[in-house]
């Protein structure tokens, strides 16, 4: 299996542009999380979904941030208007949601916004 | 409150020896997972070792163990035999069941291991 696959790896943008990260899971993984990775702050859960359908988006950021998962090999995370604060390695993850549910991450997506 | 506190911020262990790396946790459910990840310098996480809140045994997967101690709520991650490849960030996780049947990973904040050759 590839794993989980990210895109793009590397996106360095300017504030006030819209940026699209892209995922796509693990095949037959049914949850799917998007998380956000900042010296800061850590580790934090944005949304996740379950069957396509979004479960939990109480980490969402503001109304910024917006998720989908239109099909079950396929989730955007899109950041409209962006901005500097913004900056931080954003990681998707999948699992299956039974057993002992560990996730998968994929590589991230360096999120650069000057 | 910190529901994962992972107190160590870095930690230094010499090649082919074996080293703990501590995690205690804060839940109030009587169901939850706890998870270790490694992070190398690379930036992926990597999924290590997983063990139940109602698992008898500590877990364990090839050099990695998990000292699981319910009553003491701490979920340290053993090491044993360190590589120079062990190098890293290491992070602990609890899964957390919410109302409506949502399910959460909550993260420490990590601590750097490096192994010295």
């Known amino acids: 299996d590839a794993g989980v696959i990210q895109s793009p790896r590397h996106e360095v943008t300017e504030m006030g542009q819209e940026v699209t990260l892209r995922c796509k899971p693990i095949?037959?993984?049914?949850?799917l999380f998007w998380y956000r990775q900042t010296m800061m702050r850590g580790l934090e859960l944005l949304i996740y979904f379950n069957n396509n359908v979004p479960i939990d988006d109480s980490g969402m950021p503001e109304d910024r941030f917006s998720a989908k998962m239109p099909n079950a090999s396929f989730s955007t995370l899109k950041i409209q208007p962006s901005e500097p604060r913004d900056s931080a390695v954003y990681f998707c993850?999948?699992?299956?949601?039974?057993?002992?549910?560990?996730?998968?991450f994929g590589p991230g997506t360096r999120l650069t916004v000057t | 409150a910190q529901k994962i506190t992972q107190t160590q911020p870095g930690m230094f262990v010499q090649e082919k020896e074996a080293v703990t790396l501590d995690c205690t946790y804060d839940?109030?459910?009587?169901?939850?997972?706890l998870f270790w990840y490694k992070q190398p310098s690379s930036g992926e996480m990597i999924f290590l070792i997983y063990?139940?809140?109602?698992?008898?045994q500590n877990a364990t997967e090839g050099r990695y163990s998990l000292n699981f101690q319910k009553a003491r709520k701490s979920a340290n991650l053993v090491i044993s035999a360190s590589q120079l490849g062990d190098s890293a960030m290491y992070f602990c996780a609890m899964r957390e069941y919410e109302q409506g049947g949502s399910e959460k990973l909550v993260f420490g904040k990590g601590m750097k291991l490096t192994v010295n050759p």
């Open positions: 095949s037959g993984h049914n949850s």
């Open positions: 993850a999948s699992c299956w949601d039974r057993g002992t549910n560990e996730q998968y």
């Open positions: 063990q139940g809140s109602y698992d008898q």
């Open positions: 839940t109030s459910d009587p169901s939850y997972g």
